[in-house]
């Protein structure tokens, strides 16, 4: 559930002016605190790290845990595999 809701606050830290803790509670979660953990242990950044620099991020634990992917590579390899 929280990679849902990390994926769409992702989209609105890139695309809206919206503040963190709005984004944080739009996104479903409880408190800002939740939020900046949750959001930096699936992203390696930091909300407001994430907003200023959104490119190309690694993936922190990669695919069930194994290895580290770029994005783009692990939407590839889950769509091979979908």
Known sequence: MNSYRV???KN??????L???YIAAESGFESDSSFYRVFKEVT????NQ????????IVP?????YAPFRIS???Q???NYH
């Open 77 to 79: 390899l889950l769509r």
């Open 12 to 17: 609105l830290l890139s695309n809206s002016a």
């Open 44 to 47: 390696g950044l930091a909300p």
């Open 61 to 65: 634990l990669g695919i069930q845990g």
């Open 50 to 57: 994430y907003r200023t620099d959104p490119g190309e991020k």
């Open 19 to 21: 503040t963190i803790p």
């Open 7 to 9: 994926e769409y606050a």
């Open 73 to 75: 590579e692990a939407v």
